[in-house]
């Protein structure tokens, strides 16, 4: 597969074939129905499907359930019950960027998977006495 570059630990990683961008039309993605472009670059064709959710719903968070939570949470809250100024979470997820995110390609712009994000929000809310550590993520879901 040519857009994968093999690494000398057995391993592969992502090729970056080309760059490119889509200029949104906020009057075209008002219909709330999914938008479909074809981009063409480096002789390759990228489709994508964009759909406009609006501000007041994707930045909506639901409050913790659990009362050692982390997501939901006033960061005031966590830092009280932490004793630290800065959240376990937040040191941990960014001495692993710093450990081994270095390395990836497009580390904050790529998103990590959704499967993934979750997990980890469910380790730190769930165990968060118990101390998970980051290690244990892949960096884009940091």
Partial sequence: ????????????????MGKGQVQLDPQALQDR???????AMNGIEVKL???????EFSL??????KQTGVF??????????ERSKVPYIVR???????RRGMEEV??????????????LKAAFDVKAL?????????????
Avoid: H
């Fill in 72 to 81: 939901g949470v006033k960061i005031a809250v966590v830092t009280k019950r």
């Fill in 130 to 142: 118990q101390r998970p550590v980051a290690s244990d993520f892949e960096p884009q879901g940091l």
């Fill in 49 to 55: 499907s964009v759909k406009f959710n609006s501000r």
């Fill in 106 to 119: 497009g580390i904050y712009r790529v998103s990590g998977v959704a499967t993934d994000i979750q997990a």
């Fill in 92 to 98: 941990q997820c960014v001495e692993e960027i710093e």
């Fill in 60 to 65: 909506k968070r639901m409050p913790s359930r």
């Fill in 1 to 16: 597969n040519k857009t994968k570059i093999p690494k000398e630990d057995g391993e592969s990683t992502d090729r970056l």
């Fill in 33 to 39: 129905d999914w938008q479909r472009t074809v981009i």
